[in-house]
Structure formats: C-alpha cells, structure tokens
C-alpha cells in the first residue's frame, strides 16, 4: 500500500499535489486554529448572509476534523485525488483543471446557496425551525460527485454499471449515489444534490458550463506569465501545459471527460479494447468496487 501511494504521489502533476496537500494540512490545521478557518473557509447560507462570498470557492480547500474518522475520510479523499485525477490533469492541462476545479466549485456553492435559500424560506413559510442557514458545504466530496456525474452523463448511453450487483445504466447511478448518501448524511446531502446538477450541466445541454473552460491560446498565454502559478512547479509536481496535454474534451464538438484505459473514476470498465481485437462490441460495462475481493487485514 505504502509503495503504492509513494509511486502515485512520484506520478502526481502540480496540481494534483496541490488539490492532495492543501485539504489535508488545513484539516489537520484545524485541530488548533478550527474558529479561524471556519470563518475562512466554511460555506453555509448563514456565510453567505454574513458577507463571506469568498467561501464559496474556499470551501473546496476545507474539511475540517470532526472525528478520528473524519480524519480517516480525508486521507481516503487524499488517496482518490492522487490517483484518480492525474488522468484528467494530463488530458487537459494543469492550467485548464485548475480553472475546471474553480468553475465547478462556484457552480456547486451557488447550486448549493440558491437551494438551501428556497428550503429555508419554505420551513419559514410552515412555521417550521430550520436548520438550512447552518447546513455546511466543505470539501473536495462535492466536485468528485460532480466529476462522476459529468463523467457518466457524457458517456455512451448503453454503458452500465454494477453497483452492489444491481445492474443499472451509467447515467443513473450518480442518482442512485447521491439518494444512498441522503440515507446517511441527512441535511448534509445538500452540497451532493448540487453537485448533482452541476455534473449534469456540465456536459451536456446549450447551456453547459464547459463553455466557461479557458481556450489553449489563453490558457498557453496565461502559463507564460511571470507573476502567476500557471506553469510553475506545485509541491514538487510538473506542471502540464496546453501543449503536453492529451486533447480537448471540451471542444464544442463535445467529448466526454478523459480517463485512464481501462478505468473511470467510477471503477473498473469491462472492455478495455475495441471490437474486433478480443474485446466484445457493444456498450461499456462499469462495475462499482471491482477488485480481488480482499478483505481487509489479510
């Protein structure tokens, strides 16, 4: 396991390291200054109502500790980032994740904000106490529920996935991903419901936010910047420029979002190959949790 997170961290792109470290030492930052990063970071209605509009970016950055179990979910988000989203950063360019990451994470607060204004005015309009105003949205959870959704609302319309052995089709199972964690996090599913909907526009429709994604000419222009981050080396890791990248899925052809041969961020896909070299035709197949089926401890 040890080996295995050294030689994905060696892998990791510049901002892949960032997205990794910088969730991770504000976490454990919490501990002792928790007060002054709540007030920075954490976005809520409440927040918002305050003045603090710049937490509806920062909050991406902030997870705070709850528990020693909150802790353990921060290292598995760690763990997700660094080897699930180097895939993207190589398709796309650093510079153009960066900018997908602080789209995303405004289309989610703003999602966010705007629904728990609604639900708020309608516990007020039945009398009722309500919480909506203190219901949080921090972490990276948001956009990878995003970046799932997108992922399988612009993948072919015959894939399926397995998820628990139930079998459904793709585009359907950040929904029934998304209800499994209001099952569980009550209120604080809200920041998944928004997310939801930005992956869903995302992709698709005359109106999706990929649309906003910067141009390789501006981004090119951007990383050759002297007093900018665009194109310096980020905890260590190679910045990916415009031009080492592995295409435009956002071009207005369309396109579906780059992953590794083989694996999406979902899990592991069926077919690996194309009709007629071994591989059978037809839609792809995902299955949810794929592996040996080791347990843990052995």
């Known amino acids: 396991m040890c080996a295995q997170i050294s030689a994905s961290w060696e892998q990791a792109p510049a901002v892949t390291r960032s997205l990794v470290v910088l969730p991770l030492v504000l976490h454990g930052a919490s501990l002792f200054f928790g007060p002054i990063l709540y007030q920075v970071f954490s976005l809520s209605l409440g ?3 305050q003045g603090r509009f710049w937490t509806m970016l920062s909050f991406v950055l902030w997870d705070p500790y709850t528990s020693l179990l909150s802790t353990a979910f921060a290292l ?3 763990f997700w980032v660094m080897t699930g989203v180097p895939t993207l950063e190589r398709g796309v360019g ?3 994740l960066l900018a997908m990451v602080a789209i995303a994470s405004v289309a989610t607060s703003s999602i966010f904000v705007l629904c728990a204004q609604v639900l708020d005015l309608l516990w007020q309009a039945f009398g009722w106490l309500s919480m909506w105003p203190l219901v949080p ?3 990276l959870v948001p956009l990878a529920v995003a970046a799932v959704t997108a992922q399988c609302m612009s993948s072919d319309p015959n894939a399926e996935t397995s998820i ?7 585009y359907i199972y950040p929904f029934v991903m998304v ?3 209001s099952l569980f996090s009550g209120p604080a599913v809200l920041q998944d419901v928004a997310a939801l909907i930005v992956g869903c526009l995302f992709c698709k429709g005359p109106m999706r936010l990929s649309m906003l994604m910067p141009s390789e000419s501006t981004a090119m222009r951007w990383e050759s ?3 900018c981050i665009f194109g310096r080396r980020l905890f260590g890791g190679q910045w990916v420029k415009v031009g080492e990248s592995h295409g435009d899925p956002f071009a207005a052809d369309g396109g579906s979002l780059p992953v590794r041969q083989g694996y999406t961020v979902m899990g592991r896909s069926g077919r690996q190959g194309l009709p007629g070299h071994g591989e059978p035709a037809g839609g792809t197949e995902f299955r949810i949790f ?3 089926g080791q347990r843990l401890g052995n």
Do not use: D, P
Request: hydrophobic fraction near 40%; proline fraction near 0%.
């Open 47 to 49: 927040s918002v109502r």
């Open 76 to 78: 598995l988000v760690a």
């Open 94 to 96: 650093s510079g153009r």
């Open 137 to 139: 949205c921090n972490g």
């Open 164 to 170: 628990f052995g139930i079998r459904m089709k793709s």
């Open 179 to 181: 209800g499994l964690f």
């Open 225 to 227: 910047g002297r007093a």
């Open 290 to 292: 794929a592996g040996r």
